[in-house]
């Protein structure tokens, strides 16, 4: 019940919409009956790869079914497609196969505008590279210009355009790019492959298609080939949404000859470039200066502590060597009434600086003194020293 269900709800999507011109081919590999258990696992793959194509980005792949029974399906739409306009086309691609090709196992549809590719099998295609089977058309009128430089340009652009096309992801491999071929005349390209193939299979199959063309329609004003895993399209005016992202670089005439005097661009430039080297420069100077700066004034106030600590030191030392001199101003007289006149009797020894005396102040405290040295009639050092 629920696969007839999801096959009534599929149909209905699909009354009422036709492909204009639409290309197809039902293959000759097998047929089954409508009601047959392909035939429902058909319908049902269908109507699941149609939302999920759009969804997933323009490209979808899936099964159904085993053994026999079982059907594989892909569906692609162009690179420059909306989300809306790749389900309408594969809707209506859908729609056509069944309708053109009911009981082949195997169909594979081109169309839409932009076109998609909407194809279902018996057998595993996908990543497979075919060639074969091929569609293609041409525009009736003809190249008026001088055909051999135009071919020059037009090979040129379609290299580009196949190497950028072909270098894609697994998720897109599309490209598009333009030449001048004269100052009034472009020349447009657009190319895809399913991105389940190789970098190098999408190679074969463009540039086979490119070699179609020259085959059968060289000299015409645009066209078109087709195959089961790619699609090549080309014309004298842009038809195709641009994305920067997928168009390859275009081809411009050669830039005029150099004048004497050069235009102002070549001052600006000259400008530019002294601009930039000044400032790589200065980064430079800052980048050496402020490193020694920071270094200098890190010495400086190490050195200024260091000073500061040693002042501080001194006058200390200083204030000490004021009390010791404080202590040694005694009185010559008081010394030598102390000393009984530097009498014998007193004499403690002999100093460094001379001979050292006892003596008594005339507080009568006793002073053994080591230290109250006498040499001459002069005192040089006197440090009382109590008893």
């Known amino acids: 019940m629920w696969v007839k269900a999801l096959s009534s709800i599929f149909s209905f999507l699909l009354i009422g919409i036709s492909l204009v011109d639409a290309n197809l081919r039902c293959y000759a590999t097998g047929n089954f009956t409508r009601n047959s258990t392909y035939g429902r696992n058909r319908d049902l793959l269908l109507a699941s790869l149609l939302p999920n194509v759009s969804a997933k ?63 279902y099998a018996n057998r595993p295609f996908f990543g497979i590279l075919e060639l074969e089977p091929t569609d293609a058309g041409y525009n009736t009128a003809d190249i008026t210009s001088n055909l051999t430089e135009f071919d020059t340009v037009w090979e040129s652009l379609m290299d580009r355009v196949v190497r950028k096309a072909s270098n894609g992801t697994s998720s897109l491999k599309y490209a598009t790019g333009e030449a001048d071929f004269t100052v009034f005349q472009n020349i447009y390209a657009l190319m895809q492959c399913t991105p389940d193939l190789s970098n190098k299979d999408c190679d074969t199959c463009l540039r086979a298609s490119v070699s179609k063309y020259e085959s059968c329609c060289h000299g015409k004003q645009g066209g078109y080939v087709q195959k089961p895993n790619c699609w090549f399209r080309w014309d004298l005016y842009p038809f195709y949404v641009s994305n920067a992202a997928t168009t390859a670089p275009s081809l411009s005439p050669p830039p005029p000859p150099a004048t004497a005097s050069p235009p102002p661009q070549s001052v600006n430039s ?6 930039k080297g000044s400032s790589s420069r200065t980064q430079t100077l800052v980048i050496i200066v402020v490193p020694i700066v920071v270094i200098v004034a890190v010495l400086i106030i190490l050195a200024v502590a260091v000073l500061l600590k ?56 006793e002073q053994n003194r080591r230290d109250i040295r006498i040499h001459g009639s002069r005192v040089c050092n006197a440090r009382p020293i109590l008893s």
């Open 270 to 275: 000259t400008n530019s470039k002294e601009s």
């Open 310 to 365: 040693s002042i501080k030191k001194r006058k200390q030392g200083d204030q000490n060597n004021k009390g010791h001199v404080e202590l040694l101003q005694i009185d010559f007289n008081a010394i030598r009434v102390a000393t009984e006149n530097f009498s014998d009797s007193n004499l403690l020894g002999q100093g460094g600086f001379g001979p050292v005396y006892k003596g008594k102040l005339e507080d009568g405290r």
């Open 57 to 119: 980005g323009g490209f979808y792949t899936d099964s159904v079914g085993q053994n026999s029974s079982q059907v594989y399906a892909l569906g692609m739409c162009r690179g420059d497609s909306t989300p809306d306009g790749c389900y309408r086309c594969l809707n209506s691609s859908f729609h056509d196969l069944i309708a053109s090709c009911p009981n082949q196992k195997e169909a594979l549809s081109w169309g839409g505008d932009p076109p998609c590719i909407a194809r």
